[in-house]
C-alpha cells in the first residue's frame, strides 16, 4: 500500500521538480539583482565564507558537485577575485582555497536576496510547516546518502 502512494504522489518527481524550480528561481534573482557571479558560485562562497581554507574535494563533498564543475566553479571566481588559492602547508601539490574580502562583501550583499527567495518559497506556511518540512527533507537526504556513494 505504501509503495502505491508514493508512486501515486511521484515523490521523486515532485523533489525533483521543486529543486529544478528554486534553482531557476534563484537564476532569474540573481539576473533581474545584477549579480556578477550564479547561485551555483554564490553556494561555494557561501562554503568558504563559513569554512575557510577548504580544499576543492571538501567544497566538492559538501556542495555535491563532480570535481570538474567544482574546478570549474573555483577558476572562474578566482578569476574574479573572489577566491583564492594557497598550495597546502604539508608540501603537497594540493591547495586549499581561501575566501577574500570581495568574496566576502559578495556574500554580504548577495545574502539577503537568498533569504527573500527562501522566504518566497514558504509563502503562507507557518513556521511549524516549515520545520516539520525541514526535518522530511533531512530524513529523506540522510536515507539516501545511507545508500549513495557520492564521487567527487
Known amino acids: 500500500m505504501r509503495q502505491e502512494i508514493l508512486l501515486k504522489q511521484k515523490i521523486g518527481m515532485r523533489l525533483s521538480r521543486v529543486g529544478t524550480l528554486a534553482r531557476l528561481f534563484a537564476v532569474q534573482t540573481f539576473i533581474k539583482a545584477g549579480f556578477e557571479i550564479t547561485p551555483e558560485q554564490f ?11 577548504m580544499y576543492l574535494r571538501q567544497l566538492a563533498d559538501i ?31 594540493v591547495k586549499k582555497l581561501y575566501i577574500t574580502d570581495k568574496g566576502r562583501e559578495a556574500c554580504g550583499q548577495i545574502l ?16 511549524e510547516e ?23
Open 63 to 93: 556542495t555535491y558537485k563532480d570535481r570538474p564543475n567544482m574546478t570549474r566553479i573555483v577558476s572562474i571566481l578566482e578569476s574574479g577575485g573572489y577566491v583564492t588559492s594557497e598550495l597546502a602547508a604539508d608540501g603537497r601539490q
Open 130 to 152: 516549515v520545520d516539520n518540512l525541514i526535518d522530511m527533507l533531512n530524513h529523506i537526504e540522510s536515507n539516501l546518502r545511507e545508500k549513495t556513494v557520492l564521487q567527487s
Open 112 to 127: 539577503p536576496q537568498i533569504l527573500n527567495v527562501w522566504d518566497s518559497m514558504v509563502k503562507d506556511m507557518a513556521e
Open 43 to 53: 553556494t561555494v562562497l557561501m562554503t568558504l565564507n563559513e569554512n575557510n581554507g
